[in-house]
């Protein structure tokens, strides 16, 4: 287990199974496949995306700092960055290079200063990740 699969485990208090956590996510209007929500019940998963947080946060009712920390994410912040106003003068291909610098900070299993974050280190990777919609889970371990 690890600490995220634990903190869902304590609040899925229904003791709602993946299936039906994953309705109850679709049901939010959120995207949770039944495997991966099995896989993080059990602690057999990679770095949770951000959607993946998202729909737990809803359907079990946890704050998303405490998410965020359980998963060895940065947690002081939870809301989507919100760029200066001045940004409004970037053309389409500067706005696109932005984003592409912000994704190439979240690479998975590095923190902003490109160090391999504890949990991976733990787990001896930095190269998992939580699976899309319709993807398997990378590493199946």
């Known amino acids: 287990m690890t600490t995220l699969s634990d ?16 309705r109850a996510a679709r049901d939010c209007g959120h995207t949770l496949n039944h495997d991966t929500a099995a896989r993080y019940l059990r ?10 947080l998202i729909a737990f946060a809803e359907i079990l009712q946890i704050p998303m ?3 965020r920390e359980a998963a060895d994410l940065p947690s002081e912040l939870t809301s989507p ?20 610098i912000i994704r190439a900070m979240l ?19 930095s190269e998992r990740r ?9 590493g199946g371990g």
């Open 43 to 52: 602690g057999d998963h990679g770095r949770p995306d951000e959607a993946t």
């Open 107 to 125: 690479e998975p299993g590095r923190t902003a200063c490109g160090h391999v974050t504890e949990l991976d280190r733990r787990r001896g990777t």
């Open 7 to 22: 903190l869902l485990a304590e609040a899925n208090t229904s003791g709602l199974s993946a299936r039906a956590l994953a």
């Open 65 to 67: 700092a405490k998410l």
């Open 130 to 138: 939580a699976a899309r919609h319709g993807d398997p889970e990378p």
């Open 81 to 100: 960055y919100t760029p200066p106003t001045e940004s409004s003068r970037l053309t389409r291909r500067q706005r696109l290079a932005v984003d592409e």
